[in-house]
């Protein structure tokens, strides 16, 4: 299991074209990856979830990778997050 903490840097924080582009991105992988702000973690499946943690820049959120093959999928989403957000 690889779990990163990550700070949302895109001001607009995740709104429904970077969710949806996150979920195209996870659905590449068979790890089970979820995300999480709070207590609350909901899987990386469903826009509506995801859209549901109302997740603003400057937040803190967790993401939750398990399965075969998670570190590719955590180089991955650590890049969108990092690198690709912005331009979203």
Known sequence: MVTTNL????????HARPVTALIRLAKGFK?????QKGDK??????????????????ETITIIIDGEDETE???AINH?????????
């Open 7 to 14: 700070i949302i840097l895109a001001p607009q924080g995740l």
């Open 31 to 35: 790890s089970n990856i979820s995300l």
């Open 41 to 58: 973690t909901v899987k990386l499946n469903s826009m509506l979830n995801i859209l549901s943690l109302t997740i603003k820049g400057g």
């Open 73 to 75: 999928a955590s180089a």
């Open 80 to 88: 969108f997050f990092t690198e690709e957000l912005k331009h979203l």
